[in-house]
């Protein structure tokens, strides 16, 4: 069984960067994004990733509204790196065994970091699509997720309005060890469902 973390307004302030009164700010005033909880407020990992996005991002002039739009997809692509890294995830889901193939850590790590992200996406109601590494953010908010920025120059519109005007480029696998990194114990505990 897949168990998700909460972590306390206080562990969120340490690992996002995001205040106890920007919390409670955020969820007045973004409730659709954070939503009230109460007096003692607890988040999971998926919800941190949003909050440090928002951080990072507002620390490059762009509002906390058009960063909580965007950090849904940036939050997506850095829960998938973050999985696969070590003290993000304690334990490993079952898997078949194929007789006569050995059944690594590595194979193992992979298989439960694909599950786990399958049940996020469950849970937030998205489909179960990895975006790129990258996302590229314009001062207006904009983003798209692409491989590289040479990638996305190569398919815009050349009328595309942001050509030419500079971006903030997020590598998400990069930003996903910065927050497993700050992490007080595994975002995520896989139970043994016969020793509960």
Same mark, same amino acid.
């Given at each position: 069984?897949i168990?998700?973390?909460?972590?306390?307004?206080?562990e969120?302030?340490?690992? !996002?960067?995001? !205040?106890?009164?920007?919390?409670?700010?955020?969820?007045?005033?973004?409730?659709?994004?954070?939503?009230?909880?109460?007096?003692? /407020?607890?988040?999971?990992f998926?919800?941190l990733?949003?909050?440090?996005?928002?951080m990072?991002?507002?620390?490059?002039?762009?509002? /906390?509204?058009?960063?909580?739009?965007?950090?849904?997809?940036?939050?997506?692509?850095?829960?998938?790196?973050?999985?696969?890294?070590?003290g993000?995830?304690?334990?490993?889901?079952?898997?078949?065994?194929?007789?006569g193939?050995?059944?690594d850590?590595?194979?193992?790590?992979?298989?439960?970091?694909?599950?786990?992200?399958?049940?996020?996406m469950?849970?937030?109601d998205? /489909?179960?699509?990895?975006?790129?590494?990258f996302v590229?953010?314009?001062?207006?908010?904009?983003?798209?997720?692409?491989?590289?920025?040479?990638?996305?120059?190569?398919q815009?519109?050349?009328?595309?309005?942001?050509?030419?005007?500079?971006?903030?480029?997020?590598?998400?696998?990069?930003?996903?060890?910065?927050?497993v990194k700050?992490?007080p114990?595994?975002?995520?505990?896989?139970?043994?469902?016969?020793?509960?």
């Amino acid at each position: 069984m897949i168990h998700f973390e909460k972590y306390t307004a206080q562990e969120a302030a340490t690992i !996002t960067g995001m !205040t106890l009164t920007a919390q409670r700010d955020h969820r007045r005033r973004f409730p659709s994004f954070i939503p009230p909880q109460g007096r003692h /407020p607890t988040y999971e990992f998926f919800e941190l990733l949003q909050m440090r996005f928002v951080m990072d991002v507002a620390s490059l002039g762009i509002g /906390p509204k058009r960063a909580w739009e965007q950090s849904e997809w940036a939050a997506v692509g850095a829960a998938y790196s973050a999985l696969h890294l070590p003290g993000c995830v304690d334990g490993f889901l079952p898997i078949e065994e194929v007789p006569g193939l050995p059944l690594d850590e590595e194979i193992r790590t992979e298989e439960t970091a694909r599950g786990v992200f399958q049940e996020i996406m469950n849970e937030a109601d998205m /489909p179960n699509v990895v975006p790129e590494r990258f996302v590229f953010i314009w001062d207006k908010g904009d983003a798209w997720f692409d491989k590289s920025f040479d990638a996305w120059r190569q398919q815009a519109d050349p009328n595309d309005p942001r050509l030419g005007k500079p971006a903030v480029i997020l590598d998400l696998p990069y930003f996903a060890r910065t927050i497993v990194k700050k992490l007080p114990r595994p975002a995520v505990r896989i139970i043994d469902e016969d020793q509960e």
